[in-house]
């Protein structure tokens, strides 16, 4: 616990601050002893957004990483949601959005003109704030994406590819008997589950997550956030939260967004306890959000 009693930089914590802190400390259920050694995934380079005349992201330089959950924090508004999208070109159907700069994935721009979006899609998939199933079977929604995208041959191999997803999204047990009643039917953080599935059916590299438990009570939470924890093994992993006890919780990498800009990008922990930036630091302790 040592190292997490040193000073911040820009001054001594308070006391009311340190408290504030050391709630961040305990929230780390899971997420902080793990490695954060992940390559370099995607790259974003002087990447503005305009939404007609209205600037809403300024040039943001961010490295983020493989087999990693990223978490994107900051007051609302400041262009967490803004920014995720460009990820994987969600603001292109938004009518005035225009984003510049270059959004690199494994070394492509995903805003080369020979990028199609729906296969960027594929390979980087997204869950939103509310869950949203399809008003099909719980089958369906997650068949849908392998089938459109051609990924299966025949039935049997989209059966294991929908049992596999839902396994992975750690549904399977409750809902293979109910595969042909609809995904609606669900409670909402099993919808949720589905979402996530659907998602990784078809075999993304990057999972993006926009405040995926906020519709939800504090067990299906928990429930996505183990999930979440259990996924960064095999992906890279971004996620926006409005709750800080989750980003300490989930992520091992922390972004600091204000008014547009990125503030700071480093280890959770070091964000939490020792960040560089003093609005950093007003935020996390509670001055303005
Ligand atoms: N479709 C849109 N059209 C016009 N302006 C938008 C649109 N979406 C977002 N904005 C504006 O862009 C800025 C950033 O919004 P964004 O939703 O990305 O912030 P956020 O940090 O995700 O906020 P919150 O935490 O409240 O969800 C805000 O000023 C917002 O009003």
Not at 164 to 192: C, H, I, M, N, Y
Not at 273 to 282: L, S, V, W
């Amino acid at each position: 616990m040592e190292q997490f009693r040193r000073q911040r930089t820009t001054g001594a914590w308070s006391d009311k601050e340190r408290g504030i802190v050391d709630q961040y400390q305990t929230a780390t259920s899971f997420a902080q002893p793990a490695a954060v050694s992940g390559s370099t995934k995607i790259k974003s380079r002087h990447v503005d957004v305009f939404y007609g005349s209205a600037q809403a992201i300024f040039d943001v330089n961010l490295d983020i990483r493989d087999r990693t959950v990223t978490a994107f924090i900051g007051p609302s508004g400041c262009g967490k949601s803004t920014f995720l999208r460009c990820l994987n070109r969600m603001n292109d159907p938004i009518e005035g959005a225009r984003v510049e700069g270059e959004v690199i994935i494994d070394g492509e721009n995903v805003y080369a003109p020979h990028i199609d979006p729906v296969q960027l899609r594929a390979r980087v998939g997204m869950v939103f704030q509310k869950p949203n199933p399809f008003p099909k079977s719980v089958y369906e929604n997650v068949a849908y994406g392998p089938r459109i995208h051609g990924q299966v041959s025949s039935k049997s191999e989209l059966d294991d590819v929908v049992a596999e997803a839902l396994q992975r999204a750690g549904l399977f047990e409750e809902v293979k008997d109910r595969l042909d009643e609809p995904g609606t039917g669900l409670s909402g953080g099993q919808q949720q589950r589905l979402c996530i599935a659907r998602a990784i059916a078809v075999n993304p590299e990057v999972i993006l997550m926009d405040e995926p438990a906020s519709a939800l009570d504090p067990i299906a939470t928990a429930k996505i956030e183990e999930l979440i924890d259990e996924l960064r093994r095999n992906y890279c992993i971004v996620i926006v939260t409005h709750s800080m006890q989750q980003a300490a919780r989930v992520s091992q990498r922390t972004a600091f967004f204000h008014l547009g800009y990125l503030v700071e990008e480093g280890e959770t922990n070091q964000i939490f306890t020792n960040p560089k930036d003093e609005r950093t630091q007003d935020y996390i302790t509670g001055r303005f959000g």
